[in-house]
C-alpha cells in the first residue's frame, strides 16, 4: 500500500490531522493497534478552547459540537475555603466551550468513515523505517501478516506511550520531565452537575475538580496518592470524600448517583525536542504531557495538528515548499512551553505536596491571592485558560 501521509494512532491527533488532510486532498492511513471501542472507551478530556473548536471547524465535524458544547464564560476556584470567579468573558472577551473527548474522537472517527479514508485498527508491532531517508515506510501485523505502507511522511500521533518518538536516535532529541507525586482519580456518572461551571478546588485533605459533560452527565476528580487503588474506591467512598473536601454550600448541590467510570491518572509534565526528525513529525502526547489541572492536552494536540496540516498543505500544494515543515517543531514549541508553564503553576498551586512546608503553604496563598486582588492576575488566569495566541 502507498500514501502521502502515514499517521501512527487513532487518538484525537492522528483523526483530526487524517481529516484535515483529507479535506486538503492530501491522501492518508491511519494505523491504531487498540479497536475503536477501546479507543472511544478512554474517558479523558472535557475542555475545548477555540482553536480546537476551529482546528474541528476546519475538519468540517462540527454538527454534534454545536449542538451540544455549552460554551463557558468563566469557572470557580475555591482555595482553603475562600472562593473568585474568573469570569474569561469579562476580563478577556472568551470563552471554553464544554464537550467531550469522547464525543469529539466519535465525531472524527464517523467522518472518516462517510469519506472512506483508510484506518487500519487492530493494527499490531507497527515500525517505522528509513526516516531519515527519501523513501520512509511503514510495517505493522494484522491477522497474522506483516504489511507494508510506503509514503512521503510520517505523523507520530501515537500517544506518550508510542513507537513515534522512540524510533528517534536517542542522542537527536532532549526531553524534560516532572513527575508529580499523587494522581487524579476520576468518575463519571448521569446525575447533573453541581454547579452551572467547572470548580477547581483546593481543601486540605487536596485537590477536587467538578468537571461536567452535558446538563445530565458530571465528571469529578479528587487528588489521591499514587498508592491508591481504584477498586478500593466505591461510589459512596468517591462522593462523601468528594463532598467533604468541598464548601459546604457547593456540596449541598451534589447529586449522587452510579458511576459509569473510575479510573486514576498519573500527573506529569514532560517535553521532548525536537517535535520533527527527517521524515518523521510528533503531535500531541506522542511529544508533550501536561498535567490535567490546566485542560491543555487536548488542545496543544489541536494546535500542533493544526501547524502540522498547514506545513503539509504548504508542501502538497506550493510546489514542495518546505518552509512550512522546516518551521513546525519551533512553531509548537512556542505554544508547547507556554502551556506547559500554566499547567504547572496550577498544578503546584492547587495541589498540597507530601514535602510542603509552612513556607510552599504561603505562597500557594499568596499566588491565589493574586487572583483575588489582581485583574492582572486574574486575566493572565483567563488569557491561558482560554488558550493562548495560536
Ligand atoms: P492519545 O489520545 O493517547 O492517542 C494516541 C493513539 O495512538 C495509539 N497508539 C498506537 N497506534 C499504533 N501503534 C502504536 N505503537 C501505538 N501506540 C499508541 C493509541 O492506542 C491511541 O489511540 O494521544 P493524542 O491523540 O495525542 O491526544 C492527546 C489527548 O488524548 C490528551 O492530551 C488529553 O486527553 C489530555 N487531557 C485533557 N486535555 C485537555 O485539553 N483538556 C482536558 O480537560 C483534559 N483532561 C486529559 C484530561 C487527560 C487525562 N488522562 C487520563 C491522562 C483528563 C485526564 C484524566
Ligand atoms: C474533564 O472534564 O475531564 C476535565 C476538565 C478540566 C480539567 C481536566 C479534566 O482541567
Known amino acids: 500500500m502507498k500514501t502521502q501521509v502515514a499517521i501512527i494512532g487513532a487518538g484525537p491527533s492522528g483523526l483530526l490531522l487524517g481529516q484535515i488532510l483529507s479535506k486538503s486532498g492530501i491522501d492518508n492511513v491511519i494505523l491504531e493497534r487498540k479497536d475503536g471501542d477501546y479507543v472511544l472507551g478512554r474517558i479523558r478530556a472535557g475542555v475545548l478552547e477555540s482553536v480546537t473548536v476551529d482546528g474541528l471547524k476546519r475538519a468540517?465535524?462540527?454538527?454534534?459540537?454545536?449542538?451540544?458544547?455549552?460554551?463557558?464564560?468563566?469557572?470557580?476556584?475555591?482555595?482553603?475555603?475562600?472562593?473568585?470567579?474568573?469570569?474569561?468573558?469579562?476580563?478577556?472577551?472568551?470563552?471554553?466551550?464544554?464537550?467531550?473527548?469522547?464525543?469529539?474522537?466519535?465525531?472524527?472517527m464517523e467522518a472518516r468513515a462517510e469519506i472512506g479514508a483508510t484506518t487500519i485498527y487492530d493494527a499490531s508491532n507497527v515500525a517505522l523505517h528509513d526516516v531519515d531517508g527519501a523513501a520512509p515506510y511503514v510495517t505493522y501485523e494484522k491477522d497474522g501478516q506483516t504489511h507494508r505502507l510506503d509514503c512521503d511522511f510520517i505523523a507520530g500521533c501515537d500517544g506518550f506511550h508510542g513507537v513515534s518518538r522512540q524510533t528517534i536516535p536517542a542522542d537527536v532529541l532532549t526531553t524534560?520531565?516532572?513527575?508529580?507525586?499523587?494522581?487524579?482519580?476520576?468518575?463519571?456518572?448521569?446525575?447533573?452537575?453541581?454547579?452551572?461551571?467547572?470548580?477547581?478546588?483546593?481543601?486540605?485533605?487536596?485537590?477536587?475538580?467538578?468537571?461536567?459533560?452535558?446538563?445530565?452527565?458530571?465528571?469529578?476528580?479528587?487528588?489521591?496518592?499514587?498508592?491508591?487503588k481504584v477498586e478500593d474506591w466505591s461510589d459512596e467512598r468517591f462522593w462523601d470524600e468528594l463532598k467533604s473536601r468541598m464548601l459546604p454550600e457547593d456540596a449541598k448541590n451534589v447529586v449522587t448517583g452510579p458511576s459509569l467510570e473510575k479510573s486514576i491518572a498519573p500527573l506529569r509534565s514532560f517535553v521532548t525536542e525536537p517535535m520533527r526528525y527527517k521524515k518523521l513529525f510528533l503531535a500531541g502526547d506522542a511529544a508533550h504531557i501536561v498535567p490535567p489541572t490546566g485542560a491543555k492536552g487536548l488542545n496543544l494536540a489541536a494546535s500542533d495538528v493544526m501547524y502540522l496540516a498547514d506545513a503539509f498543505e504548504d508542501y502538497y500544494h506550493n510546489d514542495h515548499s518546505e518552509a512550512g515543515i522546516d518551521g513546525y517543531s519551533a512553531r509548537c514549541l512556542k505554544r508547547v512551553w507556554g502551556a506547559e508553564r500554566f499547567s504547572w503553576y496550577m498544578t503546584k498551586m492547587m495541589h498540597s505536596f507530601t514535602d510542603d512546608d509552612a513556607w510552599d503553604a504561603k505562597m500557594k496563598q499568596a499566588e491565589f491571592n493574586q487572583l483575588l486582588n489582581s485583574e492582572y492576575g486574574a486575566k493572565l488566569l483567563a488569557e491561558n485558560y482560554t488558550g493562548l495566541p495560536y
Open 60 to 108: 468540517g465535524v462540527t454538527k454534534n459540537l454545536e449542538a451540544e458544547g455549552i460554551p463557558h464564560d468563566g469557572c470557580k476556584f475555591v482555595f482553603n475555603g475562600q472562593e473568585y470567579r474568573v469570569d474569561f468573558e469579562k476580563l478577556v472577551g472568551r470563552h471554553v466551550t464544554v464537550y467531550g473527548q469522547t464525543e469529539v474522537t466519535r465525531d472524527l
Open 176 to 228: 524534560y520531565e516532572r513527575v508529580y507525586p499523587f494522581g487524579w482519580l476520576g468518575m463519571l456518572a448521569d446525575v447533573p452537575p453541581c454547579h452551572e461551571e467547572l470548580i477547581y478546588g483546593k481543601s486540605e485533605q487536596g485537590f477536587y475538580l467538578c468537571s461536567q459533560r452535558s446538563k445530565t452527565r458530571s465528571r469529578y476528580y479528587l487528588q489521591v496518592p499514587l498508592t491508591e
